[in-house]
C-alpha cells in the first residue's frame, strides 16, 4: 500500500511541475537555512563544554569599589564584577573551602620576545599558570607530563602552532628558549591549541613559580589585580552554601574591606561565554540574546516555508477535487486519503531535504567566513545530525501537510461529482492570514536589518573623542632596551616627512587598561578614594591624539613636576569625585600608586572602551619609562606601504633585536565591533532568504489565482477593460495583505530592535521612517512578484481563454 501512495504522489508532483518545484525550492531554502542556523546555535552553546568537569568548573568573580569616606562626597557607583582579581585569594579559599578539589591562577596575557637559534618572534598571549592548571582543565597534552609541567620554575608548555613555528613536527621537550634578554625556559610540554570554542585561549603557559621569582610581593597583596582564579568541586557541591560564607572569609584575610568595597562571586563555567555577570573578561563573550535571535530566525523561516506549502496545496485543492470524488465513489476511506496526501508531504519533504544537505555544503564556506566559526563540515554526519538529517521530511512534511490533507479527505464526493464544489470561504481566508503572517516576518526582518546595520554605520562612524584613523601603532612588548632609548627612538620616527606626530603609552584606546587606586581632595578638603581606570602615557599622547582639553592644561615639559607630581583626569572622573564644572578641581591634590601631587588637566570624555560601555572614569598619568609598550604615530594618508617600510627601515636600525610589529589604531579599535558586524551580516543573509521564500510562496499563489481567473479577464478585456486595470485587480488584493503586514510588523520591529540596541550605551534612534521603507520594499517586492503574472495575463489574447466557451 505505502508503495502505491509513493506512486500516486509521484505522478501528482510530476503532474504539477511550477508548484512542485515551489514548494521543493521553498522547503529547501527553509531546511538549509534551519540546519545552519542550528550549526551556528549549536557552536555558541558548546564553549568549554569539552572539558570533562564542565559542571564542576568555577572561576573567582572580584568587585572593587571605593569606599564614601567624606561627607561631600558622591555615593559609590554600582559594583561590577571583574575576572581579574588578587592572587592571595586563592590560596586562602583553598585553605578556608574544604569543597575546593583543585584550585588554579592565571596572569593577564603577557608579549615577550621569543628566540630559538636563529628564529625570533614576538609572541603574545602568553599567560603565566599554575601547576594545577591541567587537572581542572582537559587540553590535550602531545608531548610532556601534564602533572608536572608547569611545576618548575623557568619551564613553558607550548600549544602545538607555537610549537610548529619554532620546532617543526619533531618533540621539543627539553629544548631552551630564550625569552626578552635575561629569561631562559625550558618546554616540558606540548599540548594541543585550545580549541575555538573557548572563553580564553592563549598561545603558551609559563610557570607561576617563574613569575613569582619576579615579583613575589604580589603574591601577598590584597590589592594588585592582575590574576584570575579557577577551582575545582565535586559533583553537586553547594556553591549557594559556599557563597554564603564568603562575607565571614574576607573578614579573616582582608579585614580592611567590607561588603562594600570588595567582594568575591562564584560563577560556573558554563556562564562565562553567554550568561557572565563580569564586565571586563579575557578572550571573547558570546550574546545569549543573539542566541535567541538565531533561534526564532530559524523556526520563522521553516515555518514559512511549511506555510507555502499549506498555501499552495490548499489554493488547488479544486483540481484534486474530482480525483478525491473519484476515489470516495468507489471506496476509499477518509484515513486512506489522508494518509495519501501526507505521503506527498513526506516526498516533498525528503527530496527537500536531500537538496538542503547539497546547499548547506555549497553554502558552508561562505557562513564559515561570515560567521567567523569553524563548523566542519563532519557536524553534518554526526549521529545527532543523521538522525535529524532522516527525521527531517516527517518532522517537516507531516506537520505542513496535516490540515491540507484533512481539507482534501473531507471533500464530499456527490457535490464534487455534480460540478457543485467551491473552494471555502474560512479556507480563502486561512491563505491570506498566512500570506499576511509571511510578510509580517519579512518586513520586520527588513527593517531590523536596516537598524542593525545604521546601528553598526553608527558604531564606526561616531566622533569617539581622539583621533583614530591615519594612527599607526608599533607594539614593541615593552622592551627594556626600546624603553632606556625611548627618546631617541621617537625622534628618529619623527624625522620622517611623512609622520606628523609621535607618542609613547603603555596602551592605546581600546586595549586593556588597569584601575589604580587614586584618591583626590573633595570640596570640604577631606581626601576620597576610588579607583578609576588607568592610562599610562607621555608629554605628546594628547596632542598626538587631538584631544581637548576642558579645563587646566595637558603635559609639557616646561614643567618638570609633571613626571612625578601632576594627574590629568577625564570629565567622568571629575564627577566622580564630586567636581560638576571640571574647572573647580584643577589644583586639587591626589595620591595615586605612592605618587602625590595636584591635578593639572581635565580632558574631554572620550571612548576609549567599546560604545557598548559609557565612557568611564579615567586618570592619565605620566609613565615611568619601563611602563612603556606602545608608540603611535599620526600619518600622513598617502603611499601608505612606502611610508611603513620606511619606518621598518629605520626601526631595524635603531631596535634590531625587537621585530616591526604594527597595527593600525581604527581597524584594532573597531575590532571590538566583530561580533556586531557578524551578527548583522548573518541577520542580514537570513533575513533575505526568509523574504525569499516568502515571495516565492507569493508567487505560486498569484500563479494560481491568475490561472483561475484567465476566463475573467478575458471577458473584461472584451468589455473595454484596459492592461492597468487588469494589473490592478490581480495585484489589489495582495497588495492589501502586505498593507496589512506593514502594520503588524512596525510594533513587532521596533520592540525587538529597541531590545537589540539596550546593548549599547550609545545608539541610534529608531525612525518611523525606517518601517516605512522597510514596508514600501515589501511592497515593491510583492508588486514585482504580482506584477509579472498580472502583466503576462492581462497582455494574453482574451481568444485564447474564450475559445472554449
Known amino acids: 500500500m505505502i508503495r502505491n501512495y509513493l506512486k500516486i504522489a509521484w505522478r501528482s508532483l510530476s503532474r504539477s511541475k511550477i508548484y512542485s518545484f515551489i514548494n521543493i525550492i521553498g522547503l529547501t531554502v527553509g531546511i538549509a537555512c534551519c540546519i545552519l542556523i542550528v ?17 564542576e568548573i568555577y572561576r573567582v568573580l572580584q568587585a572593587f569599589r571605593s569606599p564614601t569616606g567624606q561627607k561631600d562626597a558622591p555615593p559609590p557607583g554600582p559594583r561590577e564584577y571583574q575576572v581579574w582579581g588578587c592572587a592571595p585569594v586563592g590560596p586562602a579559599l583553598s585553605a578556608d ?20 637559534g636563529d628564529k625570533r618572534f614576538q609572541e603574545g598571549n602568553i599567560l603565566f599558570a599554575d601547576s594545577a592548571t591541567f587537572d581542572i582543565f582537559s587540553w590535550r597534552m602531545l ?14 608548555v607550548l600549544t602545538r602552532s607555537m610549537a610548529e613555528k ?16 635575561d629569561l631562559s625556559l625550558m618546554v616540558s610540554g606540548v599540548m594541543e591549541d585550545v580549541p575555538a570554542n573557548s572563553h580564553f585561549t592563549f598561545s603558551a603557559l609559563i610557570s607561576m613559580s617563574t613569575f613569582r621569582r619576579f615579583r613575589p610581593e604580589i603574591f601577598d597583596w590584597w590589592g594588585y589585580v592582575d590574576f584570575y582564579t579557577y577551582f575545582l568541586v565535586p559533583e553537586h557541591t553547594n556553591i549557594a552554601a559556599m557563597q554564603a560564607k564568603v562575607p565571614d572569609f574576607l573578614k579573616r584575610y582582608n579585614p580592611k574591606a567590607n561588603a562594600n568595597t570588595y567582594t568575591i562571586a562564584f560563577e560556573p563555567l558554563r556562564d562565562a561565554y553567554l550568561r557572565s555577570e563580569a564586565g571586563r573578561q579575557p578572550g571573547t563573550t558570546g550574546s545569549l540574546s543573539n542566541v535567541y535571535i538565531f533561534s526564532l530566525v530559524a523556526v520563522f523561516i521553516l515555518f514559512i516555508a511549511g506555510i507555502n506549502f499549506i498555501n499552495l496545496t490548499t489554493a488547488r485543492s479544486m483540481e484534486r477535487a474530482k480525483e478525491i470524488g473519484v476515489r470516495k465513489a468507489v471506496g476509499a476511506y477518509q484515513q486512506g486519503l489522508v494518509l495519501q496526501y501526507l505521503t506527498e508531504a513526506v516526498l516533498i519533504a525528503a527530496l527537500a531535504t536531500v537538496l538542503a544537505l547539497a546547499l548547506i555544503l555549497l553554502l558552508l564556506p561562505m557562513v564559515r567566513e561570515i560567521s567567523g566559526k569553524q563548523l566542519p563540515y563532519g557536524d ?31 471533500f464530499k464526493p456527490a457535490l464534487v461529482l455534480k460540478g457543485k464544489f467551491e473552494s471555502s470561504g474560512r479556507g480563502i481566508q486561512l491563505r491570506k492570514g498566512l500570506v499576511v503572517f509571511q510578510f509580517t516576518l519579512s518586513i520586520a526582518l527588513i527593517a531590523c536589518t536596516a537598524i542593525v546595520f545604521s546601528q553598526l554605520d553608527h558604531l564606526r562612524t561616531r566622533n569617539l573623542g581622539f583621533r583614530q584613523d591615519q594612527m599607526l601603532v608599533i607594539d614593541y612588548g615593552g622592551d627594556e632596551a626600546v624603553n632606556k632609548n625611548i627618546d631617541a627612538v621617537k625622534t628618529a620616527l619623527a624625522a620622517n616627512p611623512a609622520v606628523l606626530a609621535v607618542t609613547a603609552s603603555r596602551a592605546v584606546p581600546g586595549e586593556f587598561f588597569p584601575n589604580g587606586s587614586t584618591q583626590i581632595a573633595t570640596k570640604s578638603g577631606g581626601m576620597q578614594s576610588y579607583d578609576p581606570a588607568l592610562y599610562e602615557v607621555d608629554y ?41 564644572n571640571p574647572e573647580e578641581i584643577i589644583g586639587k591634590n591626589f595620591e595615586q600608586w605612592g605618587r602625590k601631587g595636584t591635578i593639572v588637566g581635565v ?8 560604545l557598548h560601555k559609557k565612557v568611564e572614569p579615567l586618570a592619565l598619568r605620566m609613565a615611568p619609562y619601563e611602563a612603556l609598550g606602545r608608540i603611535s604615530l599620526r600619518i600622513k594618508a598617502d603611499r601608505l606601504s612606502k611610508i611603513i617600510a620606511e619606518l621598518e627601515r629605520t626601526w631595524a636600525t635603531l631596535e634590531p633585536q625587537r621585530p616591526f610589529r604594527y597595527s593600525f589604531l581604527d581597524q584594532a579599535f573597531n575590532a571590538q565591533y566583530q561580533q556586531d558586524v557578524r551578527f548583522g551580516q548573518i541577520f542580514a543573509a537570513f533575513g533575505s532568504l526568509t523574504i525569499f521564500i516568502a515571495c516565492l510562496g507569493l508567487f505560486g499563489l498569484a500563479t494560481y489565482s491568475t490561472e483561475k481567473r484567465l476566463k475573467e479577464i478575458g471577458i473584461r478585456k472584451v468589455l473595454g477593460a484596459s492592461v492597468s486595470n487588469i494589473i490592478t485587480l490581480l495585484s489589489g488584493d495582495f497588495i492589501k495583505l502586505v498593507l496589512i503586514a506593514i502594520l503588524i510588523a512596525t510594533p513587532l520591529g521596533w520592540w525587538s530592535m529597541h531590545r537589540w540596541l539596550n546593548g549599547f550605551a550609545y545608539r541610534v534612534d529608531i525612525h518611523w521612517w525606517i518601517f516605512g521603507l522597510a514596508g514600501l520594499t515589501a511592497v515593491m517586492i510583492a ?23
Open 97 to 116: 573551602f574544604p569543597e575546593i578539589k583543585q584550585l588554579t591562577q592565571f596572569t593577564s596575557p603577557v608579549t615577550l620576545l621569543m628566540q630559538y
Open 603 to 610: 580632558v574631554k570624555d572620550f571612548n576609549y572602551q567599546s
Open 39 to 55: 550549526m551556528y546555535v549549536k557552536d555558541e552553546l558548546s564553549y568549554d563544554r569539552y572539558h570533562q568537569h564542565y559542571n
Open 143 to 156: 608531548y610532556g607530563n601534564r602533572e608536572t609541567a608547569l611545576k618548575a620554575p623557568n619551564t613553558i
Open 783 to 805: 508588486l514585482l512578484t504580482v506584477g509579472f503574472l498580472a502583466l503576462k495575463a492581462a497582455m494574453m489574447n482574451p481568444v485564447r481563454s474564450l475559445k472554449s466557451e
Open 380 to 410: 553534518l554526519f554526526n549521529w545527532k545530525m543523521a538522525t535529524v538529517l532522516l527525521l527531517a521530511p516527517f518532522l517537516v512534511g507531516l506537520p505542513a501537510g496535516i490540515y491540507p490533507a484533512w481539507v482534501l479527505a473531507r
Open 166 to 181: 619554532y620546532f617543526g613536527d619533531t618533540n621539543p621537550i627539553g629544548q631552551v628558549f630564550k625569552a626578552e634578554s
Open 540 to 580: 605628546d599622547f594628547f596632542s598626538a591624539y587631538e584631544m581637548k582639553m576642558v579645563a587646566g592644561r595637558a603635559y609639557s615639559r616646561d614643567f618638570l613636576a609633571d613626571t612625578t607630581h601632576s594627574l590629568i583626569i577625564n570629565e567622568a572622573a571629575a564627577r566622580l569625585y564630586g567636581y560638576a
